[in-house]
């Protein structure tokens, strides 16, 4: 359809007092009306970096400058953050930056009081940061650490015990079924008797060689031993001592046994107290090295004026196959027992035979597969090991450390051993979301994610039955929250649109999905305590995130609770884009794009320049309906619509939102698929949004500078300029953790190395290339745009400068920085499109 926009329109309105407007879905193609009226056409020449000079333009309308939206944003309004429920469902509590520097007040906002939040005391804070606290099983107090010391609070009266006065750091406090408190201080745990004022310790995990009274082994020690009657006496002195505490232990109840030993170099990755604190389940891997050789970032701008080198993270080509071992502790007895992993189906698989047959073959070699124990480990995620509220079962989320599988396990605390729930393979990888699970108590029953589907659903397993599943179709299921009397599960979803993220619930038992919210956009919730609420934050395309509350009875009432966003901000003619379905020539489904018009664009007779936007992280979703984290990009990309721009910010291939196979569509060949979906996205532009196919660009930061060097080192007939920004220019020096998953490891698949990293590829420059590359950045190493500087340099290339931030990390910070940034990119396009 050509200079026809195909959108879903994306305004929602939400008035002060709390009334919904919410997209007409059933229309998808309704065009989105930008707020900016139609600039007057004129050439690139003509064209003048607006400044703060230039207040309006000769119809009236506020220009938008690089000044104000690249400066501290606080002129924005600060967004509540850290934001949860009080104990009486009544009251709601959040942070707020202060106006000028970085420090954050508490908030505490009556939902009864319509005269505004309040400062939460500083004397008071400790009553009230009680945000990730635990509640006893009669729900009558809560325990829960503050400044690194643990408090119990009786809800009712608000009455708050101190139990710890230390400097130590308490963490992971919790309620034992016998009423008492345990806590953890390193790798000590203990349980505080508060009505007797007595404390226990339950278990102290030590990383070292247990005491050994062993015989001596070798033919020296023997000889020592034999020759000189010091070494005999020591020994025999030593076994004595030993024997008597052992004598000690065992007839006198007041000693009691509470170490367990698990070898020098090692540290502990996980523990987990038993509710009856009888238990423990540990997971130990090697402490490994502080620092590689290669491993360290020169920060050149410092306090006493010296080079200070820091220390920062490995590189996936260093290739340590990291793995675990998992043990059960049974703290009564002191008995430790390993639970191996050869329980869990495929664990001994070789599943990267076919990529090493490919590698192999490419050197002229044979690869034989055979059968081996592959490294595992506990999973990477916010309590992977979770036990029943009674301690009576206990699962634990495994993963594979080739990124090809995840177990749910459960362990079998009479025979010691692992069973086996769940096993998702995926042949690209198990993605590091939507693994969230539980117990549903009353029934022994597992509810977990699995995209097993080929979309995040939520399930559930008894643990001698089969599994079920309780949502299906093209979703993604996320953000569980159990009630209380485990008759249904909360949850996060885009069931309406891929990006319109909305609140239901669920059934434990099955049944059909209710939706509790209709507000469009971007919502995140939390379930009130008394469970007749939800504390939404909910954005919209062109609006920040504000605190909403949703009443769940008969009246379905909705609250504004902030007003945080200012009257400048609301003031300013900025772009509300529309989210557009781009056909793809690759696949069936279409690519979700952000697209920003200039107002009148079909009306003029000069075809318009575009910039296309290419996200951050990969995986990522910003073509959502909700407040986009690239704030700064959207105030720019409105700059450019108010200067003639068409603008497109598309959700390529690897994006989240979309499913499983669009997740994996990059597996062993990043930067292809989603330079394929770039190239769409030009064809749709020229065809729908009267573009010249010869004034294109784009630009985009980390992933998405990467993308840029792929998009012009391999297609530039399409792109005419573009600036990478802390780019990655080769994927063997991005962290494992990340890289991995996508690629494999060099050592095994240097095939998708070499075909995913643009350095390979930098012979293709033949247009403008802006680096900008901050040099304190730990997660892209200023050290990918250097080498990619020094081959582009080797290849005589001469379309390309580098700009260099000296304090800026990864993510930008200063507001000088910036603006300078963008000035540079706005100054790219001005003369090049």
Known sequence: MKRQLLSLAIAVSLSACGSTSSPNLSTPDTTAQTSAPQTQQSSPQQMVLPTKAQAVLANGEQVITLEKIMSDPDWMGRQPESWYWGDDSSTILYKQKREG??????????????????????????????????????????????????????????????????????????????????????????????????????????????????EPTTYIAKEQHELIDYVALQKRNSELRAEQADQLKAQNSSVTTT????????????????????????????????????????????????????????????????????????????????????????????????????????????????????????????????????????????????????????????????????????????????????????????????????????????????????????FEVSDLTLNKDESAIYFKANVKHPGIYEIYKVPTKGGDIVALTDLG?????????????????????????????????????????????????????????????????????????????????????????????????????????????????????????????????????????????????????MGKPEVQDMLDGVEWLVENANVDRERVGTYGGSYGGFLTLMALFNEPDTFQSGSALRLVSDWAYYNHGYTSNILNTPEDDKIAYERSSPIYFAEGLTKPLLINAPMVDDNVFFQDSVRLVQRLIELEKEDFETAIYPVEPHGFVQPSSWLDEYRRIYKLFEQTL
Request: hydrophobic fraction near 35%.
């Open 521 to 669: 956009g971007m919502n995140d919730y939390a379930l009130s305590p008394d469970e007749s609420k939800l504390l939404i934050e909910h954005s919209s395309v062109t609006m920040p995130p504000e605190l909403f509350v949703v009443d769940m009875g008969s009246n379905a009432q909705v609250q504004q609770v902030t007003y945080t966003v200012s009257d400048e901000f609301k003031s300013m003619p900025f772009v509300a884009p529309s989210i557009v379905a781009v056909p793809s020539s690759h696949q069936d489904e279409p690519v979700y794009s952000r697209v920003y018009l200039p107002k009148g664009f079909n009306e003029s007779a000069e075809k318009h320049r575009a910039v296309m936007f290419n996200h951050g992280a990969g995986y990522l979703q910003n073509s959502h309906l909700g407040w986009s984290g690239y704030f700064r990009e959207y105030m720019f990309h409105s700059m450019l619509a108010q200067q003639g721009y068409v603008v497109i910010d598309m959700d390529f291939r690897a994006s989240k939102g979309y499913g499983r196979d669009w997740r994996t569509a990059i597996y062993r060949h």
């Open 101 to 214: 520097n970085p420090l954050r007040d508490l908030y505490q906002q009556s939902l009864n009081n319509q005269a505004g939040a309040e400062t939460v005391k500083l004397a008071q804070l400790h009553v009230a940061s009680d945000r990730f606290a635990r509640t006893n099983k009669a729900g009558t107090h809560e325990v829960y650490t503050f400044s690194g010391n643990v408090f119990v609070k009786e809800i009712a009266s608000q009455k708050v015990q101190q139990l710890t006065y230390t400097s130590a750091t308490e963490r992971d406090a919790m309620f034992l079924t016998t009423g008492e408190v345990a806590y953890r201080v390193g790798d000590k745990f203990f349980k505080h008797n508060i009505a007797k004022n007595r404390i226990v310790e339950l278990a102290s995990l030590l990383t070292r060689e247990a005491p050994s009274m062993s």
């Open 259 to 474: 170490e367990f030993y698990f070898g020098k170099g090692n540290r502990v990755a996980y523990a987990s107290l038993s509710p009856k604190g009888d238990k423990m389940v540990v997971s130990i891997t090697k402490a490994g090295p502080t620092r590689a050789k290669s491993d360290i970032m020169p920060n050149y701008v410092t306090s006493d004026g010296n080079i200070e080198p820091e220390r920062v993270r490995h590189r996936v080509a260093d290739n340590r196959k990291y793995k675990e071992a998992l043990f059960l502790l049974d703290l009564k007895s002191g008995q430790k027992f390993p639970l191996s992993f050869d329980q869990l189906p495929g664990y001994d698989e070789d599943v990267l035979a076919s990529v090493r047959e490919e590698n192999y073959k490419r050197e002229g070699k044979t690869y034989e597969s055979k059968k081996s124990p592959r490294n595992i480990h506990v999973m990477r995620m916010w309590n992977p090991i979770k036990w029943q509220e009674d301690g009576q079962q206990v699962g634990v989320m495994l993963e594979a450390w080739d990124n090809k599988d995840r177990w749910l396990a459960t362990v079998d605390l009479l025979q010691n051993k692992l069973t086996n729930q769940h096993r998702l393979h995926d042949d690209a990888w198990v993605n590091y979301s939507f693994n969230e699970f539980g117990w549903l108590d009353d029934s022994n029953t597992l509810y977990f994610l699995s995209e097993h589907s080929g979309y995040s659903h939520l399930y559930t397993k008894s643990l001698k039955g089969n599994v079920k599943a309780l949502t299906s179709g093209q």
